[in-house]
């Protein structure tokens, strides 16, 4: 049978505000001691009511701004009923058929073929995060559950794929893609393993010459980018399986077991469960007005994709090293600013991603925290292009400015390197050099810049960059007025 | 007049409200409810081309909260709100999904 995979996406995002959803308590809730950051409202006790975050708003609008997504000017906030401690209120504040934005897109790209595809966004709307649920011993015997609704309330982002990625590595890549751009935007953390983006997957398989849809499983408990492609290349293997075999797949959602590394049923169609929607009737409709969202657009920065288009346009960097200034974006911006200072990019570029960065990571310092700022590398860069220390030199430079925090030419000054500066010794030096280059002789006998260049660059590697530079100049220019009278 | 929802809807309901209704409430809530849909059939007779859809009945604009941080209720008042707490967190019956 000729097949195609065919695989939709859900993804929960936790929007970067200080305060929860619909009340003032704070979202800081990772390491803190349980139900420390509640209230009557993240308690739903009798009587309280729910005030929208407009930060929240504000973070889901751009998301769907850059998703390509049409905002809706009036959504609304429906009731999902459920019973189930982690929320207690016994139902979740979501949105339901009026979401807040719809119909949008996201282009991924293939990092290695350089392949775009278009990823197509059904919707994305607001809700709000449940508790966590504990258990204390072997989940399967414990009576009990222990709720800490500290993470109740947290305002959380559901975006949801159309069915249009087409392998288990395609939407690893689009997860990956879409974690770096909201993180890029400062509108969620993307920390998956923290639980502050969060993804289910569902799966199936169309039969190529009918067309014809199969029938899908939902996957959930995907708590990395990894699990989230091994699950579905699991249950692309259990369904192809099932239908060799003249099987028929089962609608269920099933509960990826990572231990191992298999999805076992969790509940069938039959017992989905009826959530009851009705609207929410403690919130007004959400209007968002055209200002806001014009006021959002203009303040959306470069997003990562032109950014890496414009990295090879404007500096002439490779796909892979643009890639990696995109991916890092502090590291990104120091380029930036270095580069408008210096104009040998490609010296600066092998610079900055071989000697700092090798520097840094041995000292285990983040290119946030450099000791050496852009400008200051610039400096260090300068004077070997100027001749006046080697490069070999100038790394042993770099390495000090990282551990003292001076300036390279304060360095040089205070160093040991000792200057050399007798005349009688430079010109000897010079001697030695010129027996060895003669063909930089002939060129700088005509006129050639360069030749002198290099020329004094021999020399100051000669002497491990101790000749004082300007008297090398100097005396390598007498002799050649000498030869030229 | 025909009904609108069956005894067994509303023992579906009844359950998904974690309700235990006995057989003499299924017959009376079966009436009941099927009255009240009834009456929404009637409204929707009228005719509402043209009307955007009322799902509130107040018209004002958006309030909200700016993003500060303000106190969460102090510890000792959460926890005597709980019938049951253990080391700080609620203990609830365990559900099995």
Same mark, same amino acid.
């Given at each position: 049978m000729s097949e195609e995979v065919v695989i939709g996406l859900e993804i929960h995002i936790q929007l970067l505000t200080k305060t929860k959803l619909f009340c003032s308590c704070s979202t800081d809730y990772i390491g803190k001691e349980p139900n420390l950051n509640v209230c009557p409202v993240c308690l739903g006790l009798p009587g309280s009511l729910p005030v929208l975050n407009k930060k929240a708003i504000e973070l889901a609008v751009k998301t769907a701004l850059v998703l390509n997504c049409k905002i809706n000017r009036v @959504? =609304?906030? %429906?009731r999902k009923n459920y019973f189930y401690p982690d929320l207690p209120k016994n139902y979740q504040i979501s949105q339901y058929d009026f979401p807040l934005a719809e119909n949008g897109y996201l282009e991924i790209s293939y990092p290695e073929v350089r392949k775009n595809i278009k990823v197509g966004i059904i919707r994305l709307h607001l809700e709000e995060d449940a508790g966590k649920l504990i258990h204390k011993g072997e989940i399967t015997r414990a009576n009990h559950s222990w709720v800490d609704y500290n993470r109740t309330g947290i305002p959380l982002a559901e975006i949801v794929t159309k069915p249009e990625l087409h392998s288990p590595e395609e939407a690893q890549l689009f997860l990956i893609q879409l974690r770096n751009l909201v993180k890029y935007l400062g509108v969620c953390d993307g920390n998956m393993e923290e639980g502050s983006l969060r993804c289910d997957a569902n799966i199936s398989i169309r039969d190529k010459k009918t067309g014809a849809l199969g029938t899908k499983t939902e996957i959930k408990n995907l708590n990395s980018f990894r699990s989230v492609r091994n699950a579905l290349e699991f249950e692309l293997r259990r369904q192809k399986k099932i239908l060799e075999q003249g099987g028929r797949i089962? /609608? #269920?959602?099933? %509960?990826?077991?990572?231990e191992k590394k298999i999805t076992v049923p969790m509940r069938s169609k039959e017992e989905a469960p009826d959530y009851r929607y009705f609207p929410e009737p403690d919130? =007004?409709?959400?209007?968002? #007005? /055209?200002?806001?969202? #014009?006021?959002?657009?203009?303040?959306?920065?470069e997003l990562p994709e032109q950014r890496r288009k414009r990295l090879i346009k404007e500096y002439h960097l490779s796909e892979k090293d643009a890639q990696m200034y995109t991916d890092h974006s502090t590291l990104g911006d120091y380029f930036e600013q270095a580069a408008a200072l210096f104009p040998d &990019?490609?010296?600066l570029n092998n610079w900055i991603k071989v000697e700092l960065l090798g520097y840094l990571s041995k000292k285990k310092i983040n290119?946030? %925290? @450099?000791? !050496? @700022?852009?400008?200051? =590398? !610039?400096g260090l860069l300068k004077l070997i292009t100027q001749g006046i220390i080697t490069g070999k030199i100038g790394k042993s430079i770099l390495e000090r400015m990282i551990s003292t925090g001076q300036e390279a030419s304060q360095i040089i000054q205070e160093s040991k390197i000792k200057q050399i500066n007798d005349q009688e010794e430079i010109k000897k030096i010079v001697d030695i050099i010129f027996k060895e280059h003669n063909d930089s002789i002939e060129d700088l006998k005509s006129? &050639? #810049? &360069?030749? =002198?260049n290099y020329l004094i660059g021999q020399v100051m590697r000669y002497t491990k960059g101790r000749a004082k530079p300007e008297l090398v100049r100097e005396i390598i220019k007498k002799k050649l007025n000498l030869w030229n009278t | 007049m025909k009904r609108v929802i069956s005894g067994k809807e509303i023992e579906h309901i009844a359950r998904l409200a974690r309700l235990a209704i006995s057989l003499d409430e299924k017959k009376e809530f079966t009436v009941q409810l099927n009255s009240i849909l009834d009456y929404f059939k009637k409204i929707s007779e009228l005719n509402t081309d043209n009307i955007e859809p009322t799902a509130y009945i107040i018209s004002k604009t958006n309030r909200y909260n700016e993003d500060s941080v303000r106190d969460s209720l102090p510890k000792k008042e959460v926890f005597s709100l709980g019938p049951f707490m253990e080391e700080g967190f609620f203990k609830a019956p365990r559900i099995m999904e």
């Open positions: @959504s =609304l906030f %429906h089962i /609608q #269920e959602t099933r %509960h990826w077991n990572e919130l =007004l409709p959400l209007r968002i #007005e /055209q200002e806001m969202i #014009e006021r959002i657009n203009k303040n959306i920065p &990019k490609k010296m290119i946030e %925290h @450099s000791p !050496v @700022s852009p400008e200051r =590398l !610039v006129g &050639k #810049e &360069k030749a =002198l | -």
